[in-house]
C-alpha cells in the first residue's frame, strides 16, 4: 500500500523514456529548423549586399562628368589622361569597363565545390598582387565619382597648376571612405581630364604640370571655371572586384580595391562570396574606328571570348550580367543544401566530395551600363 511494484516502476520509466525522446527530437528538428533558417538568411542578407555593390559601381564606370563615355570616344582628345607616356595599367581612363576570366569557367562548364579551380589568366601584375581566388572571374571599373565640386579657379605656374574649389566643398570628394583622395577628374560639359594630385582637406588640389605643357593641353588652357565655365572636379576611380580571401575568417568574400595611385588598396566588403562569374553585353557595331555603336547589344560573352579582347572590344561593352554563388558562413544543418545543383551565368556546381552542411544559393542580374550606352 506504501510502495509501488516493479512492473508498476518499469512501466513508469518506459513512459518518461518516451517522452524524453520526444522532447529530444523535437528539439533536434527545432535546432536543425533553426540552422538552416539562419544559413539561409545569412545568405540571403550577404548576396543581396555584395550584388547592391556590384551594380551600383558597374552603372558608374564611364562617368566622366556631364557627357558620357560613348560620347568622349566619339571625340577624340576629350577624354585626356595627364599620367606621362607610359601610365600604370589602373590609370588607362580611355578604357571604362574590362575583365578577366577564369579558366574553365565559361557558360556551359562545370565546377565541383571544394576542388581545384583555375585562376583568371591575363591578370596585371598589380590585381596578382590581390591573390583573388582561383575559379572566380575579375573585373575592373573606371570612372569618376558620382558627387562633384564646382572649381572656380585654375591657376598655372611654370612646375605645376592649382585648381581651387568652392568653399566647403573639399568633402564632396572624401565620400565612400576616401579621406585622402589622389586620383582625380576634372570635367566641363565638353571634355574630361584625369590627373594625380596633392592638398587633401584645403579645398585646393595641386596638380604636376609637365614641361611640355602647353595652353592646348593643361587644365587652365582647356577648362573655365565656374561661374562663366561649367568645371567640375570629381574624384576618379579605378576599382577591381574579386573573391577573396578573408583574412578575420578564412572564408570566401568578395573584394573591392581601389587604386591610391601606386597600388591596389583591397577592402573587405562581405563574406561568403563564393564565386563570381561574369558576361559582357558587346554592341552589335565590331569596328568602332570607323563607325560609330548602335546602341543595340546582340552578343553576350564571357572575357575574351575568341581571343584577347583590345580597347575597342572593351568599348563595345554596354552590359554586364553579374552572377554570384553564395554560402552561409557555417553549417546550416541542410545536406539538400550542398547536394542540390546551383549554376551561375551557366556555370554548374556540383556537390562536395564530403558535405560541408553550407547552404548555397545563386544570385544574377543585368546591370545596363548607362555612361556606355550610346544614345543615352
Not at 511494484?5 to 520509466?13: H, K, P, Q, S
Not at 583573388?132 to 579657379?153: C, H, K, Q, W
Not at 566588403?269 to 555603336?293: C, F, H, K, S
Not at 543544401?337 to 566530395?353: I, M
Request: one cysteine or more; aromatic letters at 8%; hydrophobic letters at 40%.
Amino acid at each position: 500500500m506504501a510502495g509501488v511494484t516493479l512492473i508498476e516502476l518499469m512501466v513508469a520509466l518506459a513512459i518518461g523514456t518516451l517522452l524524453i525522446l520526444g522532447l529530444v527530437q523535437v528539439f533536434g528538428a527545432s535546432r536543425t529548423a533553426y540552422q538552416l533558417s539562419e544559413g539561409m538568411a545569412r545568405t540571403q542578407e550577404n548576396a543581396r549586399f555584395a550584388m547592391d555593390y556590384l551594380q551600383r559601381d558597374i552603372r558608374m564606370a564611364g562617368h566622366y562628368g556631364c557627357v558620357n563615355d560613348q560620347a568622349h570616344l566619339q571625340t577624340p582628345g576629350s577624354l585626356q589622361p595627364h599620367f606621362g607616356a607610359a601610365p600604370l595599367f589602373p590609370l588607362d581612363f580611355a578604357v571604362s569597363v574590362q575583365g578577366y576570366e577564369a579558366t574553365g569557367t565559361a557558360p556551359g562548364s562545370s565546377l565541383a565545390l571544394g576542388g581545384t579551380w583555375n585562376a583568371a589568366s591575363g591578370l596585371p601584375a598589380l590585381i596578382t598582387a590581390l591573390n583573388p581566388r582561383p575559379g572566380s572571374d575579375v573585373i575592373v571599373l573606371r570612372y569618376f565619382s558620382n558627387e562633384g565640386a564646382p572649381v572656380t579657379a585654375i591657376s598655372n605656374a611654370a612646375s605645376e597648376e592649382t585648381v581651387t574649389l568652392a568653399d566647403g566643398r573639399w568633402d564632396t570628394l572624401t565620400g565612400d571612405g576616401v579621406a585622402t583622395p589622389t586620383l582625380f577628374g576634372i570635367a566641363d560639359c565638353s571634355r574630361a581630364d584625369v590627373f594625380a594630385g596633392s592638398g587633401a582637406g584645403t579645398g585646393i588640389v595641386t596638380v604636376t604640370v609637365a614641361s611640355a605643357a602647353t595652353p592646348d593641353t593643361d587644365l587652365a588652357g582647356r577648362f573655365t571655371p565656374q561661374p562663366s565655365g561649367q568645371t567640375t572636379l570629381y574624384r576618379a576611380e579605378s576599382l577591381v572586384y574579386y573573391v577573396g580571401t578573408s583574412t578575420a575568417s578564412g572564408e570566401p568574400a568578395l573584394f573591392r580595391a581601389r587604386f591610391n595611385g601606386t597600388s591596389y588598396v583591397p577592402e573587405e566588403l562581405v563574406e561568403g562570396i563564393e564565386n563570381l562569374q561574369l558576361l559582357y553585353g558587346q554592341d552589335r557595331i565590331t569596328n568602332l574606328a570607323t563607325t560609330p555603336p548602335s546602341g543595340y547589344i546582340d552578343v553576350q560573352n564571357p572575357a575574351n571570348a575568341g581571343g584577347t579582347w583590345v580597347a575597342d572590344d572593351w568599348r563595345r561593352v554596354g552590359l554586364v550580367q553579374v552572377g554570384i554563388l553564395a554560402r552561409s558562413p557555417g553549417r546550416a544543418a541542410a545536406p539538400q543544401a550542398s547536394v542540390n545543383p546551383r549554376s551561375v551565368l551557366g556555370v554548374s556546381f556540383t556537390a562536395p566530395t564530403t558535405n560541408d552542411g553550407r547552404y548555397r544559393a545563386s544570385y544574377e542580374a543585368t546591370v545596363a551600363m548607362r555612361n556606355r550606352l550610346y544614345g543615352n
